[in-house]
T-cell receptor, first 113, second 116 residues
Framework: AQSVTQPDIHITVSEGASLELRCNYS??????LFWYVQSPGQGLQLLLK??????LVQGIKGFEAEFKRSQSSFNLRKPSVHWSDAAEYFCAVGTGGGNKLTFGTGTQLKVEL | EAGVTQSPTHLIKTRGQQATLRCSPI?????VYWYQQALGLGLQFLLWYDEGEERNRGNFPPRFSGRQFPNYSSELNVNALELEDSALYLCASSGQTHTRQGNEQFFGPGTRLTVL
């Protein structure tokens, strides 16, 4: 069975600083990987996805993520954080052919002005 | 293009009652997924419907059930409500599962269920 670990429960960064959110996955085959963002009381918005090919993927809102098979990681990055980026971020893994996504426990991002 | 819609936004029930939650997928999507987001338990997969059939089920008791209609909208029913069923219930949809788009799930805003 697949699993996802997000080791950081809370992260605080200053506005304008760079950001990296960590995600490690466990899955026997090539995974489908996703990052979602959730604002308080809202649903999940897809930031970016990795299916295959180029290991550096670009997403919306200036986010990017890099798939590293050797480290089983899919870390999310942003060069300069904006106050509106404050939210909870979830990493997820899928197995293809539809079916469920397995989510990490989330990282709560706080942005200091 | 309209996204995934869910109704109602909020639902308040008492223990033992039944709750019905509804979801309309993105136009053209044939798969609907239900997830529960309870405080302290994270996002847990509940059910997956595709082309009107239940394809997979998470580790939840049988009192959680649902169905998918011919127009691909879906309903989640929770019978004999318990206090711990209080959560945000999220619905997602995806395209045909044999396509690349079938692996990408788009979420609705959720239904907040409170059980008193």
């Amino acid at each position: 069975a697949q699993s996802v670990t997000q080791p950081d429960i809370h992260i605080t960064v200053s506005e304008g600083a760079s950001l990296e959110l960590r995600c490690n996955y466990s899955y026997g085959a090539t995974p489908y990987l996703f990052w979602y963002v959730q604002s308080p009381g809202q649903g999940l918005q897809l930031l970016l996805k990795y299916f295959s090919g180029d290991t550096l993927v670009q997403g919306i809102k200036g986010f990017e993520a890099e798939f590293k098979r050797s480290q089983s990681s899919f870390n999310l990055r942003k060069p300069s954080v904006h106050w509106s980026d404050a939210a909870e971020y979830f990493c997820a893994v899928g197995t293809g052919g539809g079916n469920k996504l397995t989510f990490g426990t989330g990282t709560q991002l706080k942005v200091e002005l | 293009e309209a996204g995934v819609t869910q109704s109602p936004t909020h639902l308040i029930k008492t223990r033992g009652q039944q709750a019905t939650l509804r979801c309309s997928p993105i136009s053209g999507h044939t798969s609907v997924y239900w997830y529960q987001q309870a405080l302290g338990l994270g996002l847990q997969f509940l059910l997956w419907y595709d082309e009107g059939e239940e394809r997979n089920r998470g580790n939840f008791p049988p009192r959680f059930s649902g169905r998918q209609f011919p127009n691909y909208s879906s309903e989640l029913n929770v019978n004999a409500l318990e206090l711990e069923d209080s959560a945000l219930y999220l619905c997602a949809s995806s395209g045909q599962t044999h396509t690349r788009q079938g692996n990408e799930q788009f979420f609705g805003p959720g239904t907040r269920l409170t059980v008193l």
